[in-house]
Each structure stands twice: as C-alpha cells, then as structure tokens.
C-alpha cells in the first residue's frame, strides 16, 4: 500500500510540472531536431530534393512538419489548460524552435566553424537566412516559427472530422512528392502519361499535383471520418455469408493488385522488392529460432552464407565447380542440397550453444557467425570456396526454356518461398513442437521438467531456421550471379534480428512490415547515401520507445500488453481511491 | 497402507553448494500409492531434495532410485519420462500461454505427433492432436478450471494458477508427483479442499504422492509418512503421529526452550 502511495505521489507530479518548463523542452526538443539536422548535414541534401517543383524542398518540409509536430505536442502535453491556451502555447513553443534556429544563423554568420562542421556552409546560410541579414533572418525565423507551431496546436485542437482530413491529405501529398521520381519510373506506359505529365515533372511534384494530391487525401479521409462508421456497421448488419464474400472479395483484390504491381512497377522496383523478400524469408527463418523458441542467434547469416555457397559449389561453370554427374547441377537440382545443407550446418551450429542461455547466446552465435566467414575467407578454403575472389557464374533458374533472370521473376520466387515459410511457421505454432519451443522461450528448466527434450527441439529450431535462410540463400546466389564472402557480413544477421524486433516478435505479418520498414525504405531512399542509416537507428530508437512490441505485434503479444494495461489501470484506480 | 513397495529411494543423497551442505546423506524411502510428506524449518533443504530427485543440478553423492533404476545421472526430461511430475513452490507456469496450451505442454511426451505430421496436416497428427485437446480439456474439468482454458495463465486467479500447475504435472501422467507446498497462500477451507483433492490422486489415480508442506494440519491429516529436515539432515521420519511427539522435531522448529512448553 505505502508502494501505492509513492508511485501515485509520482503520478501527481509529473502532471504538476510547470507550464513554462514543459513549454521550453517541447521547444527545445523541436529547435533541439532542426539544429541537429543542420549540422550532420541533412539539410543540404534536402535541399536538392523538391517535394514541390521549385516551391517546396525536402528541407522546407522537415522545418514545417518538425514544427507542426511540437506545436501539436505541447497542445497533447497541456491538458489543464483551455483550447485557446493551449494554441497559444503552440505559438511559444514554435517560437522557442525558431530561437534555436536563429542562434545557428547568428553563429553562421559571425563565426566560421566550417573547418569543425562541414556541413554549416555558406549556402546553409542563405537558405536558412532566405537571404535577408542575419538579424532580420532571425526576427523572420521566430516569427514563422511561432506561427507554424500555432498552426501545429491549432490542427490538434480542431475536431477530428477536420484534423484528420488535413493530416491524411498533408501526408498524402508529402508522401508522393518524396517518391515523385520512383513513381514516375514506375508510370511508365503511355495511357497513364497524361496522369503523369499532370503530376510530375522530371524536377518533381507539380503544384497542381500536390494540390490534387491533397485534396485527394482530404476528401477521402472526410467521407471515412464522417461515413466510415456507418459503412462498417452497414457491413456488420449483413449476413456473416456475405460479410465473409466481400472481405474474400477485398482479399483477392489487393492480392492481384499485389502481384501485378511489381510486374507494373519496373525492374527498380522489382529489386527492391525482391530484397525485401529475402529479407523476409530469413525474417520468417530467424522468426522460428528467436520469436517462437526464444533462441537468440546473431549468427544466422552463416545459414543463408551456406545456403549460397552450395548452389555457387554445384551449379557455377567454374574451377571450384563440383559435379556429382557429368554435367554441372541445375539450380532446381542444386535447391534440395542447399537446404539440406543449411539444415546441417543449423545442427552443427546448434550443438555446441546448446546450454548457452539469453544473451550469452546471442554472443556465442555472433562468434560461430564470424567463424564461418573467416573460413571462407582463409587461404585454407580458398581452393574449394574461393576465397575473397568468390565463386562466379552462377547461372540463372529456368523453368522450361523460360530463364529466370529478372529481378520481378525472382520476387516471385522468393515471394512463393516465403508464403511457404509463413506456412510452416504458422502451422508449427498450434503444433506439439511449437508448444515445447514457446514452453522452453517462457522457462525452460519447467519445459525439460516436463520431459521436453532440450536438445532435440532446440536443434529442430535451428534446423528449420537454417533451411529458410539456404533457401533464401540459394535464391540470392543466382540474383547476384556471384557470391563473396564479403556479401555475408555481420549486419545482415543484426538486420534480421532488428526487423523481427520492430516488425513484433513472434508475429508473421510483423516480418513483412519489418522488411519494408528497414529494408525497403532504406533501398528507396538511396540518393541520401550515408544518411539513411542516420535515420535507420533514429527509427530504431524511436520505435522501441514508441511501440516496444513491434508495428505488427502477435496475437500473444497483444494480449499480454492488454493484461499489463489493465493491472495498471486497476492499481491506479485503486491508489487513487486511497489518496 | 503404506506396505507397498517402495517406489522412489534415495541413499546417502548429497548435495553441496560451494561450502554450504545443503543435504547431507539424505535416505527417503517413498512407498508406491502413499502420500509422503516432507516438513522442515525454512532453509533446511526440501525443495533441494526435488531438485536433485528431478536432476536439476548433479548430486555430489549418494544416488535415486526410481522403482529401482537410477535416475541420479539423467538430464530432468528422461526422469519426467520414467514418470516424476512436480510443482514448484513459486508457481512457475506457462504465463504467456493459455490454460490449455499449459496442460497441452504438460502432455507432450505423450504425443506422437511430429513436425512434418504439423506441417502436412496429415490425418493422424491432427487425430492426435483432436485426443490431447480433448484430455487437456477433461483435466481442466478434473482440476476445476471447466471453461478456463483459453484464458492466459497470467490471468489466473492465484488459486486457480495451483490448480493449473498440478493438472500440468498430471497431464504427463506421473508415477510420482512432487508438491511444492500445495497449500501454500490458501486459507483453510481452501487448504482442505485441497487435501480432498490430493488424497483423490493417491484414492483415485493410484499417484503417489511426495509432498513438502508448511502447514501442520495438512501434513498431518493426510500423510502416511512424514520425513522431518533440518538443516539437510533427517531428523525424525515416521507416521505422523510418531514425529509430532518427537523431541528432536519440536526443537528444530521451536528451539530448546519450546520444548518445555509442547510438552
């Protein structure tokens, strides 16, 4: 009860903390976020990419929507104070940003600090002084600041038939203008050029488009706003039978539209697309050790490294070329000894980490991980493996005479692959074997108590695992058409990992969302070279503070977040009737 | 009652921990179809005594019998199999499972289905595993959680989280079960009806029964005989009547100046 007493006491303070401090720290937080991409950089290269033609850059957008952004929070963060207030404090805390903002320009301008940041060059200045004096640019500064901040609260407050519109639309029009150039690749047929050459240009986003855009977006949030609803209770009203057929109708609709769009989209997309695939096989590999037994592997690449290698070994007219008859092995052919022997090497590798727990684990994988690469690097393997020259010449799959040798052909292939690793980890779930890996993820003294054989299903979790990644691997041997033992470095297990984590441990669709978050964005944004990974661990902080559980959580999961809520809510209730 | 043969022994078992003796030469003789308890101050080694019947840790001397085979160098899944089921003190269930799944897991080494058979969904994996749905589903009801089984063990009143931990071990259908305080955190009816519920094991199951209780009036209405502890050391064992009387058992558990006052 005294622990009650405390823990609300602490309650009662956080929301008593004054006005004026929460005001400075939202500001500082947003000032904090525009200052720090000025510095590292960001910014310039924002500054080449226009969301809208000749009017509105990246760089313009991230001040406006970073502002916008803590105008809204300190609107969320103020509960205690009346609506009109509250827009007022969207004002003061877009001002603090602007005051951040204004002591870089002032700094800018009296100091020369190149040699130290590099990236606070002259034409940063101009940008950020649209061309004004210093002292004016500042005044300008704080001023708009303050009054996108307002414009930020003022959105929170207005009622959600209004604020969600605008935020959809804002989004949407945001959205297309930053992938304006892949959208473009990917429209290209002559019945949608009119829609294009309305839309964009090879600059960017036309104003007209991104008014289109907008408007879209609005409208079509409005009518979910202010009808959805109705709709959805519409849909409820109907017989289950024919509630069941539209949602199967709806299923097999975006299941089409999901095939062709690769078909449609072009080859960059195809590969990117294809990337993501293989990430999500392994994803669905490591997601039977990691999510459902609860082993932590860091060194999964070595599956997906053997995987590759034995279809490079069985199938590549070269000198490390291995027959097993006359003629060198066909990819189909070479598949079954790919897995096989990524099952193997999943054994191997299981049996000395056997009695190694948690994060120990996670260590002794990542050493027998590099272990592998390091062989196959070493003078000693070189004859078989080739060492760091690799093994080339790899031919592609052919299904009849029909060679396999698009990106968009090998998506399928992958995609195939993974609906059948998706399969089995799903099927396994509800299964003895999967109850004994989740038995032994919860306790496993009380599994092997049980007469839960350790051994036995903890080498069937790396087995099963390890066969997706060699299928993953077999089918990134024949998209490269070469492998180098440099392509299997550590980052790809962490990769792994770090997608099942964000996507949600143990949930099948939180893989696939995992991929596309940290591996095809990634991709897509390749123009910014180095800085996508500056965002990559910037996401990965924010979203596991934002939502520890994953973007797609499993079922089990969920539930466990709920029953957690829940006490909490029942011992504040219960605390507060005390005090 | 208790002339049957003898089921688990235990000679001279020891068991260090660093310096520390925690059981120090221990002989327990648990007679088949009896309820055989084991009491003792705190610290005085009796959920060490199911941790080295169960082979959570090696022995340092001594060996266990189970109806003559020695179970003392087998890891804990292969004693499981030759038929010990436990508890555990602090109930360690299956949180992030349900009810169900809980018991489901307690039935494993029962089931024959293997992963392809999950996989493939062939005829006789999903038959076998319509059967241990089925069990999981009469257990529940034989330990009071009719309609329970979908909710997460988390959620489980306390009571009922006992419950479900004893219907785990019966689910792998043991020759011996071990109790880890059964009782404990129960007032008295519940106490009693437990008692009920433990002789039905022994009566109606033909499970014998090792038990480590705090609560005198348990162990001594059900017991058949009771083996006192101190500090890893037997100090009294007999029928119940015979180690309430005992000196040496008074001592442990009220010091030298109770004596006077029990007598």
């Given at each position: 009860?005294?622990?009650?007493?405390?823990?609300?006491?602490?309650?009662?303070?956080?929301?008593?903390?004054?006005?004026?401090?929460?005001?400075?720290?939202?500001?500082?937080?947003?000032?904090?976020?525009?200052?720090?991409?000025?510095?590292?950089?960001?910014?310039?290269?924002?500054?080449?990419?226009?969301?809208?033609?000749?009017?509105?850059?990246?760089?313009?957008?991230?001040f406006?929507?970073?502002?916008?952004?803590?105008?809204?929070l300190?609107?969320?963060?103020?509960?205690?104070?009346?609506?009109?207030?509250?827009?007022?404090?969207?004002?003061?805390v877009?001002m603090?940003?602007?005051?951040?903002?204004?002591?870089?320009i002032?700094?800018m301008?009296?100091?020369?600090?190149?040699?130290?940041?590099?990236?606070?060059?002259?034409?940063?200045?101009?940008?950020?002084?649209?061309?004004?004096?210093?002292?004016?640019?500042?005044?300008?500064?704080?001023?708009?600041?303050?009054?996108?901040?307002?414009?930020?609260?003022?959105?929170?407050?207005?009622?959600?038939?209004?604020?969600?519109?605008?935020?959809?639309?804002?989004?949407?029009a945001?959205?297309?203008?930053?992938?304006?150039?892949?959208?473009q690749?990917?429209?290209?047929?002559?019945t949608?050029?009119?829609?294009?050459?309305?839309?964009?240009?090879?600059?960017?986003?036309?104003?007209?488009?991104?008014?289109?855009?907008?408007?879209?977006?609005f409208?079509?949030?409005?009518?979910?706003?202010?009808?959805?609803?109705?709709v959805?209770?519409?849909?409820?009203?109907?017989?289950?039978?024919?509630?069941?057929?539209?949602?199967?109708?709806?299923?097999?609709?975006?299941?089409?539209?999901?095939?062709?769009?690769?078909?449609?989209?072009?080859?960059?997309?195809?590969?990117?697309l294809?990337?993501?695939?293989?990430?999500?096989?392994?994803?669905?590999?490591?997601?039977?050790?990691?999510?459902?037994?609860?082993?932590?592997?860091?060194?999964?690449?070595?599956?997906?490294?053997?995987g590759?290698?034995t279809?490079?070994?069985?199938?590549?007219?070269?000198?490390h070329?291995?027959?097993?008859?006359?003629?060198?092995?066909?990819?189909?052919?070479?598949?079954?000894?790919a897995?096989?022997?990524?099952?193997?090497?999943?054994?191997?590798?299981g049996?000395?980490?056997?009695?190694?727990?948690?994060?120990?684990?996670?260590?002794?994988?990542?050493?027998?991980?590099?272990?592998?690469?390091?062989?196959?690097?070493?003078d000693?393997?070189?004859?078989?493996?080739?060492?760091?020259?690799?093994?080339?010449?790899?031919p592609?799959?052919?299904?009849g005479?029909?060679?396999?040798?698009?990106?968009?052909?090998?998506?399928?292939?992958?995609?195939?692959?993974?609906?059948?690793?998706?399969?089995f980890?799903w099927?396994?779930?509800?299964?003895?074997?999967?109850?004994a890996?989740?038995?032994?993820?919860?306790?496993?003294?009380?599994?092997?108590?049980?007469?839960?054989?350790?051994?036995?299903?903890?080498?069937l979790?790396?087995?099963?695992?390890?066969?997706?990644?060699?299928?993953?691997?077999?089918i990134?041997?024949?998209?490269l058409?070469s492998?180098?033992?440099?392509?299997?470095?550590?980052?790809?297990?962490?990769?792994?990992l770090?997608?099942?984590?964000?996507?949600?441990?143990?949930?099948?669709?939180?893989?696939?969302?995992?991929?596309?978050?940290?591996?095809?964005?990634?991709e897509?944004?390749?123009?910014f070279?180095?800085?996508?990974?500056?965002?990559?661990?910037f996401?990965?902080?924010?979203?596991?503070r934002?939502?520890?559980l994953?973007l797609?959580?499993?079922?089990?999961?969920?539930?466990?977040?709920?029953?957690?809520?829940?006490?909490?809510?029942?011992?504040?209730?219960?605390?507060g009737?005390?005090? | 009652?208790t002339?049957?043969?003898?089921?688990?022994?235990?000679?001279?078992?020891?068991?260090?921990?660093?310096?520390?003796?925690?059981?120090?030469?221990l002989?327990?003789?648990?007679?088949?179809?009896?309820i055989h308890?084991?009491?003792?101050?705190?610290?005085?080694?009796?959920?060490t005594?199911?941790?080295?019947?169960?082979?959570?840790?090696?022995?340092?001397?001594?060996?266990?019998?189970?109806?003559?085979?020695?179970?003392?160098?087998?890891?804990?899944?292969?004693?499981?199999f030759?038929?010990?089921?436990?508890?555990?003190?602090?109930?360690?269930l299956?949180?992030?499972?349900s009810?169900?799944?809980?018991?489901?897991?307690?039935?494993?080494?029962?089931?024959?289905?293997?992963?392809?058979?999950?996989?493939?969904?062939?005829?006789h994996?999903?038959?076998?595993?319509?059967?241990?749905?089925?069990?999981?589903?009469?257990?529940?009801?034989?330990?009071?959680?009719?309609?329970?089984?979908?909710?997460?063990?988390?959620?489980?009143p306390?009571?009922?989280?006992?419950?479900?931990?004893?219907?785990?071990?019966?689910?792998?259908?043991?020759?011996l079960?071990?109790?880890?305080e059964?009782?404990?955190?129960?007032?008295?009816?519940?106490?009693?009806?437990?008692?009920?519920?433990?002789?039905?094991?022994?009566?109606?199951?033909?499970?014998?029964?090792?038990?480590?209780?705090?609560?005198?009036?348990?162990?001594?209405?059900?017991?058949?005989?009771v083996?006192?502890?101190?500090?890893?050391?037997?100090?009294?064992?007999?029928?119940?009547d015979?180690?309430?009387?005992?000196?040496?058992v008074?001592?442990?558990?009220?010091?030298?100046?109770?004596?006077?006052h029990?007598?």
């Amino acid at each position: 009860m005294s622990f009650e007493i405390i823990a609300s006491s602490f309650q009662h303070k956080d929301i008593e903390q004054s006005q004026l401090r929460r005001t400075l720290k939202c500001g500082a937080i947003g000032g904090g976020t525009v200052v720090a991409l000025c510095v590292f950089g960001l910014i310039n290269q924002f500054m080449e990419r226009w969301i809208i033609e000749n009017l509105l850059s990246l760089a313009h957008a991230a001040f406006i929507g970073i502002t916008l952004t803590v105008g809204a929070l300190i609107a969320i963060r103020s509960p205690k104070l009346s609506p009109a207030a509250r827009i007022f404090q969207g004002f003061l805390v877009g001002m603090v940003s602007g005051v951040f903002l204004s002591i870089l320009i002032l700094i800018m301008a009296t100091f020369d600090i190149r040699n130290m940041f590099v990236s606070l060059s002259p034409k940063l200045l101009m940008f950020l002084s649209y061309g004004f004096d210093p002292y004016t640019a500042c005044a300008v500064t704080i001023i708009v600041g303050g009054v996108l901040g307002l414009i930020g609260a003022a959105i929170r407050e207005s009622p959600p038939w209004l604020r969600k519109p605008l935020i959809t639309g804002l989004a949407t029009a945001f959205f297309i203008g930053l992938f304006a150039e892949l959208l473009q690749l990917a429209m290209q047929y002559e019945t949608v050029d009119p829609i294009r050459d309305y839309m964009f240009t090879w600059e960017g986003q036309t104003l007209t488009g991104a008014i289109t855009m907008f408007v879209l977006g609005f409208v079509l949030s409005l009518f979910w706003v202010m009808r959805g609803k109705q709709v959805m209770a519409n849909h409820r009203a109907k017989s289950h039978a024919s509630q069941r057929s539209i949602r199967y109708f709806l299923y097999a609709i975006a299941i089409v539209l999901f095939l062709l769009f690769p078909m449609a989209a072009g080859s960059f997309f195809g590969q990117v697309l294809m990337l993501v695939g293989l990430y999500v096989l392994m994803g669905m590999g490591l997601n039977l050790e990691v999510g459902l037994a609860g082993l932590l592997d860091l060194g999964f690449v070595a599956f997906f490294a053997t995987g590759a290698y034995t279809i490079a070994l069985f199938t590549a007219d070269n000198e490390h070329l291995i027959l097993l008859i006359d003629r060198p092995l066909t990819w189909w052919e070479a598949l079954p000894l790919a897995m096989f022997a990524s099952l193997m090497m999943g054994l191997a590798f299981g049996i000395p980490v056997l009695k190694v727990r948690g994060d120990y684990l996670a260590v002794a994988t990542m050493g027998l991980g590099e272990i592998i690469r390091v062989v196959v690097l070493s003078d000693m393997a070189s004859p078989l493996l080739g060492g760091s020259q690799g093994l080339l010449h790899i031919p592609r799959p052919w299904i009849g005479d029909f060679e396999l040798n698009d990106p968009i052909h090998l998506f399928y292939l992958t995609l195939i692959s993974s609906i059948i690793a998706a399969y089995f980890a799903w099927a396994l779930e509800n299964s003895r074997l999967g109850r004994a890996w989740m038995a032994i993820r919860e306790d496993e003294d009380v599994g092997q108590a049980l007469g839960i054989n350790l051994v036995n299903v903890k080498l069937l979790a790396y087995g099963l695992g390890a066969w997706f990644a060699g299928l993953a691997g077999a089918i990134f041997a024949v998209m490269l058409g070469s492998i180098f033992p440099h392509s299997f470095q550590l980052l790809i297990s962490i990769n792994i990992l770090a997608l099942i984590i964000v996507g949600g441990i143990g949930s099948l669709p939180g893989v696939v969302v995992g991929a596309l978050m940290l591996i095809g964005t990634p991709e897509l944004l390749r123009e910014f070279g180095e800085y996508r990974f500056l965002a990559y661990g910037f996401v990965l902080i924010v979203m596991m503070r934002v939502k520890p559980l994953g973007l797609w959580p499993s079922a089990v999961r969920k539930r466990e977040l709920a029953a957690a809520a829940e006490a909490e809510a029942q011992m504040r209730a219960t605390s507060g009737q005390k005090a | 009652m208790t002339t049957g043969q003898t089921l688990l022994k235990t000679n001279a078992l020891t068991k260090r921990f660093g310096g520390l003796v925690a059981i120090d030469a221990l002989d327990l003789d648990v007679k088949e179809r009896s309820i055989h308890s084991i009491i003792g101050p705190n610290g005085a080694g009796k959920t060490t005594v199911f941790n080295c019947i169960m082979n959570f840790f090696p022995i340092e001397g001594g060996e266990i019998r189970l109806s003559e085979e020695r179970i003392d160098n087998m890891t804990p899944d292969r004693v499981a199999f030759r038929g010990v089921g436990r508890t555990y003190q602090n109930i360690r269930l299956f949180k992030n499972m349900s009810s169900i799944e809980n018991i489901l897991v307690g039935m494993h080494m029962h089931l024959k289905s293997r992963w392809w058979g999950a996989v493939l969904r062939s005829r006789h994996s999903r038959a076998d595993e319509k059967k241990a749905v089925e069990e999981a589903t009469r257990l529940l009801q034989y330990v009071g959680l009719r309609g329970k089984g979908d909710v997460l063990a988390r959620n489980l009143p306390y009571g009922d989280q006992r419950k479900l931990e004893i219907a785990r071990a019966l689910a792998m259908k043991p020759k011996l079960l071990m109790l880890d305080e059964p009782t404990a955190g129960m007032n008295p009816s519940e106490s009693l009806e437990m008692v009920g519920f433990i002789r039905g094991l022994r009566d109606q199951l033909g499970i014998t029964i090792l038990l480590i209780e705090h609560h005198m009036p348990v162990v001594m209405g059900m017991s058949d005989t009771v083996t006192v502890l101190d500090h890893g050391t037997k100090i009294s064992e007999g029928p119940p009547d015979h180690v309430k009387r005992d000196k040496k058992v008074i001592e442990a558990y009220l010091g030298q100046s109770g004596v006077g006052h029990m007598a």
